[in-house]
């Protein structure tokens, strides 16, 4: 059965960095994407690579996080910086075979879950 397996979630102070992975082996040429939710909150989108390379941001994370994708393994990364505590959240990956590109930020576009990891930045 095909899993999404993050981890790389902890806890940091504002400033910090944390590098999330997921482990996505079954799952080459798929669109990814990483998501987050708060207690009280949807689930976000805030950050997705297609499967051709093409990466897309939520404007609170941009110039902060970068996602990426290891092929080699089929491993997706996102490396976030400069934490603030409003980043605070379990974060999710997510896979799809097939994506309107423009819907990348739509959780209801993916059809693969990860179980989460859970993100606390401190301030």
């Known amino acids: 059965q095909a899993q999404l397996l993050e981890s790389g979630g902890g806890s940091v102070q504002a400033g910090g960095s944390l590098r999330l992975s997921c482990a996505a082996s079954?799952?080459?040429?798929?669109?990814m994407a990483w998501f987050r939710q708060a207690p009280g909150r949807e689930r976000e989108g805030i950050a997705a690579?297609?499967?051709?390379?093409?990466?897309y941001y939520t404007d609170s994370v941009k110039g902060r996080f970068t996602v990426s994708k290891e092929e080699v393994n089929n491993t997706l990364y996102l490396q976030m910086n400069s934490l603030k505590p409003e980043d605070t959240a379990m974060y999710y990956c997510?896979?799809?075979?097939?994506?309107?590109?423009?819907?990348?930020?739509?959780?209801?576009?993916?059809?693969?879950w990860g179980q989460g990891t859970q993100v606390t930045v401190s301030s």
């Open positions: 079954q799952f080459t040429n798929y669109n």
């Open positions: 997510a896979a799809v075979d097939y994506l309107v590109l423009s819907q990348w930020s739509r959780a209801s576009a993916y059809k693969f």
């Open positions: 690579i297609s499967s051709v390379g093409l990466t």
